[in-house]
């Protein structure tokens, strides 16, 4: 499974720097994760991957369990296309050709935390998939 997590904004030198690397490291060992980041929404739109079935960040997307987030990587991955995730910057992105919507909540998250929670939330459900200890 390859993974392309497209987002404005640098994390070197923010708070969260040292937490999107744990677990882009914890990541590597069951699927292939690409952070890219870029300086504006113009510039994401470019880096989006053609192929990818694009997931849109947006607090007005679909709300799920880490369970049922599981079972939707799951699906993704059951379909062969590699996933793209993104993130816009502080005021967020219109994205009409997102196949999906998701959202953490209805609280709004600063970018740079909502890019930790998808790194956690996505290795999360590979250890629920492998029916490893972590989840709880």
Known sequence: MHYSVVAVGKAKGTPFADDLDHYAKLLTRYARVDVIEVADDEALLRRIPERAFVCLLDSRGRTASSEAFSEWVEERRQGGLDVCFVIGGAFGIELPRAHHKLSFGPMTLPH?????????????????????????
């Open 112 to 136: 740079m935390l909502a890019r930790v929670v998808l790194l956690e939330q996505l290795y999360r459900a590979h250890k629920i998939l492998a029916n490893e200890p972590y989840h709880h």
